[in-house]
């Protein structure tokens, strides 16, 4: 049986939560203004569910693929929130594609000729875009195709799962030389007014992706014991991670200087929205001549240098929440507390209390 929950908003207005739940079909929730809205919307969508759930041919014939992806944009994220932006995009596409076709309709070799259109698309350099790229949309359209399959039984199959995965090349490998790092900390730290080195020292600290941390919220964090909790990341689980060394200093720093009603660690001027720090950090790199070195490349430069330190393949994927892992990994789950010293050996190594002082004597620039 469904439920309503009854939660205010931002400005203590009661807000109404139905959520309908059936037994093999997935929960499907809406919010209303109004208490008899939120029961009516129950009523009728756990009747549909039902009815969707034993003879779900029949809607195959009364919807299209434009009702299926408004649909799923708007009730299938709610397990993996991270998704929702860059697959909306795809989404949207395949809406251009073939939105207009009723399900019944939609075949395998339909969605194999837009593939074909779509690897001639060309990205912003002018080349075609990659076959990563082409598997990832590919992807996106099979996620929604299975909640139409298996969540509100819109349909008996998934046309997708029959379409190959194109090969795709060798992910990127970019990290930072110890000489790079010390640049790119001395250029970032003259950078004044902006919480970047913090944010910086963080990412190299634990290795956490770029959404992760500027969703944190000073909540997440235990000063005291030295954890930060990783409530959702991009692979739907939650993570506790062990922070040490500068990354906790500046952290402290942080605390003592923060806005009394500031809920996010890394905010912007409107304490409520992330912190947009896409300018100072192209500064950054100019200054310290680091080229072809992106945001992610942090992350990849915290498990070259934990691997350095000493840790396990293993002890990497833990930390920075891999979960695709070959078979001898997933025997390799470690605790918070078995984690510190990869963490804290990595700290020392790489971010020890006078780094700041070990950049200043680096020149900046391109190296001869």
């Not at 129950?42 to 408004?70: G, M, Q, S, W, Y």
């Amino acid at each position: 049986m469904g439920d309503i929950f009854e939660r205010p908003d931002k400005k203590g207005k009661p807000r109404y939560t139905a959520r309908a739940r059936i037994k093999g079909c997935k929960p499907v929730s809406k919010t209303f203004g109004r208490k008899t809205d939120a029961t009516q919307w129950l009523i009728k969508t756990e009747a549909a569910l039902l009815e969707n759930r034993d003879f779900p041919e029949r809607e195959e014939n009364k919807h299209t693929v434009n009702d299926l992806l408004n649909e799923y944009k708007t009730n299938g994220f709610m397990d993996k929130p991270d998704s929702k932006d860059k697959q909306a995009n795809q989404l949207d596409w395949w809406a251009k594609q073939f939105g207009y076709l009723e399900l019944k309709n939609l075949t395998p070799k339909i969605i194999s000729n837009s593939i074909f259109e779509l690897k001639e698309r060309k990205n912003r350099y002018g080349k075609n875009i990659s076959n990563s790229t082409v598997n990832r949309y590919k992807s996106a359209l099979s996620a929604a195709l299975t909640y139409a399959n298996e969540g509100i039984f819109w349909m008996t199959r998934n046309p997708a799962r029959m379409i190959k995965q194109l090969k795709e090349n060798k992910g990127r490998e970019r990290y930072l030389s110890k000489m790079e790092f010390l640049k790119l900390v001395r250029a970032i730290s003259e950078i004044e007014g902006t919480k970047l080195l913090p944010l910086f020292l963080l990412a190299i600290a634990t290795g956490m992706r770029k959404s992760e941390m500027l969703r944190i919220r000073w909540r997440h964090i235990d000063l005291v014991k030295g954890t930060i909790f990783v409530p959702t990341s991009k692979n739907g689980e939650a993570r506790t991670l062990p922070i040490d060394g500068l990354a906790l200093t500046h952290l402290l720093k942080l605390n003592d200087l923060r806005q009394p009603k500031s809920e996010l660690v890394f905010h912007g001027e409107n304490p409520t929205t992330p912190m947009n720090f896409e300018k100072a950090w192209r500064e950054a790199r100019r200054k310290a001549g680091i080229k072809d070195f992106r945001w992610h490349d942090n992350r990849h430069t915290a498990a070259a240098f934990f691997r350095k330190s000493g840790a396990s393949i293993a002890d990497i994927a833990d930390i920075l929440g891999h979960k695709t892992l070959t078979v001898s990994w997933r025997y390799s789950k470690i605790k918070v507390e078995e984690q510190r010293p990869q963490v804290k050996a990595m700290n020392d190594k790489f971010l020890p209390s006078d780094l700041l002082e070990q950049a200043q004597k680096v020149e900046l620039g391109d190296e001869p």
